[in-house]
């Protein structure tokens, strides 16, 4: 259905749409630009004026004319409504006040602000096109936001098409404009043509609205349709001239495979490395998450705010910063947004709308980066395909992925200095596979990610170093006390494929916790796991973790410190360790890991699971490798910094994985390429 | 080159089972155990200390010896462990040195041992043998220089 509106009927179609209990949200002249936000109705609208777009470069100027959306684009488009740069997440009712220790949750409840619904007005074919991508992060699985799934689905959208592009639009080449395409996501689809609108209906909610106008809706004539035709196609001619364009062909390829081109220096000497970029941008979707506290209230809230990928918070666990240089952040920006977005979403990140070159100070054009590389590009034309992630096997949580459960501490033990095994018990049924991890919290110092160190009957292990904030406050906590859940997350170490091997596990300091679970299902199956040598290696004998566990595994182990009773033995596990340096009296190995490596022969045809920090994983794949073991026999655990731990803040990327979702066990060869290079 | 002695040394067995075996011709084997000598050190024995002329180069045959560094005012400690089929005490393969280290055999031990003038007399006379003692002492010395380098990082310090 179609129809067609004079300015007078167009008034009247926001005002229905307001009367029927939506929230308009529209373009409005604001500070300078065209702001897009709440509206009133079509008053509102920047009637008469449009923006002169240039690199670096963005101002209004008066049309002398009536337009309704004779401007092309504000800096921002409707992600601010459908993700609010600051959101609650849930509220956190406090335990009472302690003398000592830290805060203690005692319920959970949801942040339902279940506003009223959004009348997105004049979207553009580009901004329905970012919906989209945005539509496949919160929504694509296997977890899904419901905050952004039932603010998205209420939305009624009211798009417009661009007749007029705007200097730095490139959406052509991108195959996201200029025109809003039949099947796009739309209620009505508006065409300013003159002083009139055609009107197409996209839904029957828009039926329904075009049916309200009574005699204001006219009947749209073929000249109007014949008057659109040749309008799309005359823009879409005028931006298939211009010299700026976007070629996505074969673009991730290109450039995973240019990672040191001479360019990201040359970029990184103009960037500011401030961000606005990612701000501007309707595909970004990196957050943060954090506490809001207030001292003395009864209940503290976990709130997301938008970040960037150029913040240094971003790319920092404890004790590292994975992307310290401007060239790293802004390689990451563009290589996530125009090729692992591709793998990951299944479209790139870019639609063309040319925001992130008018609002960079210093004129960055994405375009003429990209140009840049692919006129001369130093790998071969022969470079490998970017690795696409494994299919997420674990299944999703029902619900909301972001609510926490309540759980309770039931033990504490001190395994070394400032590490401790919380035994916590969850509520209700809770199955996990090891090698998977958990998110726990607590109200002042948030969430952090910990594996899952066993689970023993109703009970979940979680074995914590106190390093930071938050983990200082959890290995803090009391039999009894309470902390906030999340979880299982994360992909297993690959205990069915391992099934009739030779099973060699290569473990470096606190990695050897979120091997644990693993290697309890080993020792207790002979039958499936017919030879298992465990290598773990520690800085010193009094920081071996699990000591006493791991050597009653090995019947033949004799040396200290043994005090446990060998309660599993079995004859088909080995064990050794390996410390830094000891005092007198040590007669266990002493040297690195690797050395022990060499020094206990290792088959070709063994599998392998390694877990430690990265430099240690490092050098034992390069032990591995001169060893002449395949990439596929290895399995290896991942860490970078985590906020939401389910593919949805961006913060745990690894080229185009979500360590988060797609790990953090990776077999070898889905990471091979990235492993040990820098800014990743 | 060297013709290999009448007889056969009776360290010969053991040095032929020996990882470092692989890289000599039976007849260079045959010459090194004929300088060679069998050492058994009970748990704790020192083999040598700081400032001692470094007159012996050893192979570990069975047991344990750790290297202990002792530093005024610091706890002593192990730095490295060595087992089966370590060589250890290289400084014997230079001229006037002297050790800089603590040898503690840490369990009841056997070593194979040479001196070093001895070996490097046979070096001198058979550069074929010499070149291959060098390259694999070499290699081994390569590899715990990176070790070395590893322990730098501090590589379990960091991270889970
Ligand atoms: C999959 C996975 C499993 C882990 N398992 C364990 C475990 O079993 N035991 C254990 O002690 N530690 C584990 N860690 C590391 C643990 O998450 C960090 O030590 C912890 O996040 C540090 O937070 P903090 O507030 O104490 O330190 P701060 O340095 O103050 O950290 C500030 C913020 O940075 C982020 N961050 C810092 N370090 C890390 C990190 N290493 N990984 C991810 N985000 C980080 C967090 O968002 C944290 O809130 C694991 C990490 C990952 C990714
Ligand atoms: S990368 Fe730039 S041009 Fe592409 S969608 Fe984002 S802001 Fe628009
Ligand atoms: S590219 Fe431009 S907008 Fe983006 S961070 Fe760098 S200076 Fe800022
Ligand atoms: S995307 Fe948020 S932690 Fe992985």
Known sequence: MSARLTHDGFRRLLEQVREAGYALVGPTISDGAIVYGPIAGADDLPIGWTDEQAPGRYRLRERGDRAHFGYVLGPQGPRRQLTPPVETLVRIRLGPRREQGPRTPEGVEAADEDGEPLALIGLRACELAAMAVQDAVWTGGPFVDPRYARRRERALIIAVDCLEPGELCFCVSTNTGPGVEAGASFDLRLTELGEEFLVEVGSERGQALIDGLGELAEPSTAQLFAARTQGVLAAAMELHGRERQLDLDGLPELLFANLDHPRWDELAARCLSCGSCTLVCPTCFCHRVEERAPLDAPTSERVRHWDSCFTDEHSRIHGAQFRPQIRERYRQWMTHKLGAWVSQFGTSGCVGCGRCIAWCPVGIDITEEVAAIRAAPVAPDDAEPVALPPATTVPALAGDPMHPQLARVVSVREELREVVTLAVEPVGVFSHAPGQFNMLGLPDVGEVPISISGQAGGELLHTIRAVGAASRALVALEAGDRLTLRGPFGSAWPLAELRGHNVVVIAGGLGLAPLRGALREMVAHPERYPSVRLLYGARSPEELLFADEILSWDRSIRFAPTTAPAVLESGHVKVHVTVDGAAPGWTGHVGVVTKLMRRKPLSAHARYLVCGPEIMIRFVLRELETIGVAQDQVWLSMERNMKCAVGMCGRCQYGPHFICKDGPVFRWDAIAGLLGREGF | ?160
């Open chain 2, 1 to 160: 080159m060297v013709a290999p002695p009448p007889g056969k040394s009776p360290h010969l067995a053991k040095l032929e089972q020996l990882p470092l075996a692989e890289v000599f011709e039976p007849s260079h084997l045959e010459l090194l155990a004929q300088i060679a000598s069998q050492e058994d050190y009970a748990a704790e024995t020192t083999l040598f200390r700081p400032g001692d002329e470094a007159q012996w180069f050893y192979a570990v045959v069975s047991g344990r010896v750790s290297l202990t560094l002792q530093v005024p005012g610091r706890a002593p400690t192990i730095v490295a462990s060595l087992s089966r089929g370590d060589l250890f005490g290289w400084e014997a393969l230079r001229v006037d040195s002297r050790r800089d280290i603590t040898a503690v055999a840490s369990k009841a031990t056997q070593c194979l041992r040479c001196s070093g003038a001895a070996l490097r007399e046979l070096c001198e006379l058979d550069h074929e043998l010499g070149y291959r003692v060098m390259s694999h002492a070499f290699d081994r010395v390569a590899r715990d220089l990176s070790d070395c380098r590893v322990r730098l990082v501090d590589m379990y310090g960091q991270g889970c």
